[in-house]
C-alpha cells in the first residue's frame, strides 16, 4: 500500500492551523469567558493529538519510488 505525499502535507496544514488557534487562547479569554475557554483549548489539544497521530500512520506508510517525479509540488525531471 502506497499513499500521495499530499495526504501528509494536508495533514500537516490541519496540524498548524490547529496549533494556531491554541496559541490564540489568551484571546479566547477575552471573546469568551475562562470556562468556555478552557472547553475550547481542551478540545483542540485532543484535536491536534488525533491529527498528529494520524500524520505519523500515514508517514510510517512508504510511497512509491518514483513518486518525486508525479508529485505536483516536488522537482521537476
Known sequence: MTIDPRIGLYFCLISAIGSALVLCG???TTLFGSV???R???GLAIFNVIVNAV??????IPSKANAANEFPLGPKA
Do not use: P, Q, S
Open 40 to 42: 475550547i483549548l481542551a
Open 36 to 38: 468556555e475557554t478552557a
Open 55 to 60: 500524520n505519523g500512520v500515514l508517514h510510517m
Open 26 to 28: 489568551a484571546e479566547f
